[in-house]
């Protein structure tokens, strides 16, 4: 099985700051990783595909970035709506496996 | 609007059985590969089953292989889960999802295994 690996599992920021939340696979997933964010309570929301193509709905001040086994997901000018729970999750083979989550503090 | 609706959650003792339903709307559902993933109470999202778009091919999760069947009705658009032998850490909330690399996700259904 794939393991997904994501750090920080936790961060605090400040409005408008810029973060980066990494994602490390055990084995190449090539560019089959999504990225979703969660708030409390609600199901999860697809933000990123293929690395780092962005769903239609996501604002363009998020980002992903990488290849094979490293990945990030870049968050700029974050504000109080952007705190969240944050999943990596790659779909290159089964067992499709998410990483652990980072949860985003403001 | 592409939407998916979980339904079918409850309580249910440990050894019991559960069926999920999934109604999907506003896209081509026989198209696409359709997923089942699940989130324990405070921890994090774990993949279930998936579906595939082709229709020939099942995957599970090794916590529920032998236990749990996916399978779809392409003509009512609905994803189903059946749940046998649930066991307390069956518990969670379970939200279908759209494709493999889960692009449309339901509201969630809530399932508690406990006596």
């Known amino acids: 099985d794939i393991q997904m690996t994501q750090s920080p599992s936790s961060l605090f920021a400040s409005v408008g700051d810029r973060v980066t939340i990494t994602c490390r696979a055990s084995?190449?997933?090539?560019?089959?990783l999504a990225w979703f964010q969660q708030n409390p309570g609600r199901a999860p929301k697809s933000l990123i595909f293929g690395a780092s193509s962005l769903r239609s709905w996501v604002p363009s001040k998020f980002s992903g970035s990488g290849s094979a086994t490293d990945f990030t997901l870049t968050i700029n000018d974050l504000q109080p709506e952007d705190s969240a729970t944050y999943y990596c999750?790659?779909?290159?083979?089964?067992?499709?496996?998410f990483g652990g989550g980072t949860k985003v503090e403001i | 609007e592409e939407q998916l609706l979980e339904s079918g959650g409850g309580l249910v003792q440990p050894g019991g059985s559960l069926r999920l339903s999934c109604a999907a709307s506003?896209?081509?559902?026989?198209?696409?590969?359709m997923s089942w993933v699940r989130q324990a109470p405070g921890k994090g999202l774990e993949w279930v089953s998936t579906f595939s778009r082709s229709g020939d091919k099942t995957y599970y999760a090794d916590s529920v292989k032998g236990r749990f069947t996916i399978s779809r009705d392409n003509s009512k658009s609905t994803l189903y889960l059946q749940m046998n032998l649930l066991r307390a850490d069956d518990t969670a909330i379970y939200y279908c999802?759209?494709?493999?690399?889960?692009?449309?996700w339901g509201p969630g259904t809530t399932v508690t295994v406990s006596s």
């Open positions: 084995q190449n997933v090539s560019i089959y």
């Open positions: 999750q790659q779909y290159k083979n089964y067992p499709l496996t």
């Open positions: 506003g896209f081509m559902f026989s198209n696409y590969a």
């Open positions: 999802a759209k494709g493999s690399d889960a692009y449309i």
